[in-house]
């Protein structure tokens, strides 16, 4: 059989295509911000992760630019051999401190994080308990480290504690949960794993990519806000959200990290961070550690854009982050729900199957601390238009398929 028999047999994206409800892979014509212009027109940007705004801060770009003009536009190398800069090192030390951990590695990006880390600190002779909610790099890096992979119920302590007491004695032990998760936008229930971490002698690694620069008092994420960053071994995040730039981090204690630094085969033969990629970033980081009220403010404009979108009747989910969950259920419904939000001026991002559950479909919302009121009535007001007047009288898509 031809290896790529099941390439010419997909076709759910040109099934899509042809009905006009393909979602994705719109284009922008302007930098990330609140609106933008995509495509020709313009939009209202309320499906990003920029949460503090700063991919399009002034002194964001420009120590991006610095760092181009004297470093040049890339390592050329790994961290391991020729591509470790004073601006990494800088880096690494400021955000471990930022965080209250001995130390910070960086990797190329989020996703490479999650693989070196796991694979790195698990191994064959370990176990892993993993949310089922988590996300998918979460779940590569486990297969990654050969360690046993146990699936617990999302956030169901019972669950993971009746698989923590399955586990022998002679077996380390590593829980790994998204501090938010990026769909629902609920947060781990972290006091809870902390205790059955410390009672079954299991070690606790978070995935804060939605967590840093939105929770916690000055935005360190969801062990901050929980008040046990001391508990948390492990804190993964990303500089693709609130720090406006590419790559991840692993922050931890000193041993740790040296044992991933010389063991993580994803870090070791992976190209670094390129220097405006980590100058963007650390400028990120000094302006959430200078303005911490950006953090509150985000928290503020999600909650106004909750009410406002309750007071239309509009069927969202409860969450706690600035990622507001709306119902559609139907995959199809969902397509078109976005697609006429958009061509109506709103950005939002489509959640299907098999991301989520069959007949559990809906569109995510996220918010900038950067968003006014004003332009989230106006969102508002297209998203209940476009629930009561588009939504009710969409065309069969199902039908039209079996044409």
């Not at 720090?243 to 010389?262: P, R, W």
């Not at 961070?273 to 959430?288: F, R, S």
Request: hydrophobic share 40%; with cysteine; charged share 25%.
């Amino acid at each position: 059989m031809d290896l790529f028999e099941k390439c010419k047999a997909f076709s759910l994206a040109d099934k899509a295509k042809e009905l006009g409800i393909y979602p994705y892979f719109h284009y922008l014509e302007s930098g990330q911000d609140v609106v933008v212009n995509m495509e020709g027109h313009r939009v209202i940007m309320i499906g990003s992760n920029n949460y503090l705004g700063l991919t399009s801060h002034p002194e964001v770009i420009e120590a991006g630019i610095n760092a181009y003009k004297k470093y040049g536009s890339g390592c050329s190398g790994s961290r391991f051999l020729n591509g470790t800069l004073d601006l990494h090192l800088e880096f690494e030390h400021d955000l471990a401190e930022f965080l209250h951990k001995d130390e910070v590695i960086t990797f190329g990006t989020g996703f490479q994080s999650n693989l070196g880390i796991i694979s790195a600190i698990a191994g064959r002779h370990d176990v892993i308990l993993c949310d089922k909610e988590n996300h998918a790099s979460i779940y590569d890096g486990c297969r990654l480290s050969y360690a046993e992979l146990k699936r617990y119920e999302h956030s169901d302590m019972e669950d993971l504690e009746n698989k923590l007491k399955t586990i022998p004695s002679d077996k380390g032990i590593l829980i790994v949960t998204d501090g938010v998760f990026s769909m629902g936008g609920d947060l781990c229930k972290l006091p809870e794993i902390v205790a059955l971490a410390k009672k079954y002698g299991a070690r606790v690694m978070i995935d804060d990519a939605h967590g840093l620069g939105v929770f916690g008092e000055h935005g360190r994420g969801t062990a901050e806000h929980f008040g046990l960053e001391d508990d948390v071994d492990i804190i993964m995040g990303t500089f693709s959200k609130s720090l406006a730039s590419l790559g991840g981090f692993m922050a931890a204690k000193k041993e740790v990290v040296e044992y991933v630094k010389h063991t993580s085969r994803p870090f070791i033969f992976s190209a670094s961070m390129t220097p405006a990629n980590v100058a963007c970033a650390h400028q990120a980081l000094k302006i959430l550690k200078r303005e911490p009220e950006r953090v509150k403010h985000l928290m503020h404009i999600t909650d106004y854009m909750r009410s406002a979108l309750k007071s239309r009747n509009i069927p969202i989910r409860e969450s706690v982050a600035p990622i507001i969950p709306i119902n559609t259920y139907d995959d199809f419904r969902t397509f078109y729900a976005c697609k006429v939000l958009f061509e109506k001026g709103v950005y939002v991002n489509p959640v299907v199957s098999p991301a989520v559950p069959a007949g559990d479909a809906l569109i995510r919302t996220s918010y900038t601390a950067t968003h006014t009121e004003v332009l989230m009535d106006e969102a508002a007001d297209i998203i209940q238009d476009v629930f009561e007047h588009d939504l009710p009288n969409m065309p069969n898509f199902e039908e039209m398929t079996q044409k």
